[in-house]
């Protein structure tokens, strides 16, 4: 029997961008330049000219499309409408009957709960980005997403900004984080987001306690963040989407408050100390306490190019 590329790609599409894949056929934009039987290259007229390859693969299918939406994006991105104009285009060639409109209602993907242009907002103002829209960011960017541990939305700490911060909270809150990534269904691409935005949680609640902690205790509170942001955090997530961005924005900003405060402390040194070995870990040689404050204005030495 001949196998559908438009059924494979139907519950990995939502059904606004099947809609519009659907226009592309009936408006003729569509041009099959080569096809072979578990293969096809198209030509898609959009705003542009867009290339882009179908292939069968075991049971699903390989998309490739060079448009902005799809370009470099992981497979497991929903189909953009050119992949649909393909995909349908491509059957008819073939002689199979395109979806029909009950097929498509029930099939495609549920809208997600934050458009494209939500996410795109997230990364551009990091330090005031919504902490829930960054919980499912993974979700939004998968077709299919997979059961996964639900995390806290944070560690057990006290909000309470009257009381002093000691070292002793934020290593037992990194314990119990790290503990969550033992649960069985841990997944550290669909996690990522719930660990970063419970890690910014922990920041928040760091920057609300500054006034009542020691300048020394604080100062050694966030050179242990950074410490962990590299020495675990990442290596706790998959990162891909970007979200682990946001944890250190929040720590740059901080670091900025406390320079600010205490020019002089003796505590910088042993802060310096502390993000160095931490960073050349990571490869990022000579970290120190001007460098980490630049984080807040997103100048960290690896961009998310990079990690991706
Ligand atoms: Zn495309």
């Not at 002689?95 to 939500?118: E, F, N, V």
Request: proline share 6%.
């Amino acid at each position: 029997m001949k196998k559908s590329a438009a059924e494979i790609l139907l519950p990995r599409t939502y059904k606004e961008v099947w809609k519009r894949g659907e226009f592309y056929v009936s408006a003729k934009k569509v041009k099959i330049i080569k096809a072979h039987e578990k293969q096809v290259k198209v030509a898609v007229i959009g705003e542009k000219k867009y290339s882009v390859i179908l292939k069968f693969s075991g049971d699903g299918i390989i998309k490739q499309c060079d448009c902005a939406y799809s370009l470099d994006g992981p497979q497991a991105r929903p189909a953009c409408k050119h992949m649909v104009a393909a995909a349908i285009c491509w059957d008819e060639s073939r002689r199979i009957i395109r979806p029909s409109k009950k097929d498509i209602d029930s099939h495609t993907l549920t809208p997600a709960p934050i458009s494209r242009q939500g996410i795109i907002n997230l990364f551009k103002s990091p330090l005031r980005a919504d902490l829930d829209k960054i919980r499912i960011i993974a979700e939004y960017s998968s077709w299919r997403p997979q059961p996964h541990a639900r995390l806290p939305n944070m560690p057990k700490i006290s909000r309470d900004s009257r009381r002093p911060l000691k070292i002793s909270e934020i290593k037992k809150a990194f314990s119990e984080m790290e503990k969550w990534a033992e649960r069985s269904l841990y997944d550290p691409y669909f996690c990522a987001g719930e660990m970063s935005a419970a890690f910014c949680e922990l920041l928040d609640v760091i920057k609300k306690r500054i006034d009542k902690t020691e300048a020394g205790e604080i100062i050694l509170i966030i050179a242990l963040c950074v410490d962990w942001f590299y020495r675990k955090f990442n290596k706790l997530i998959d990162g891909i989407e970007g979200v682990w961005i946001f944890p250190p924005v929040r720590i740059g900003n901080i670091v900025s408050i406390l320079i600010r405060r205490h020019p002089r402390d003796p505590a910088w040194q042993k802060f310096n100390k502390i993000v160095k070995i931490a960073g050349e870990s990571a490869n990022k040689k000579n970290l120190n306490y001007r460098v980490v404050e630049e984080w807040k204005n997103e100048k960290l030495q690896n961009k998310s190019k990079n990690k991706s």
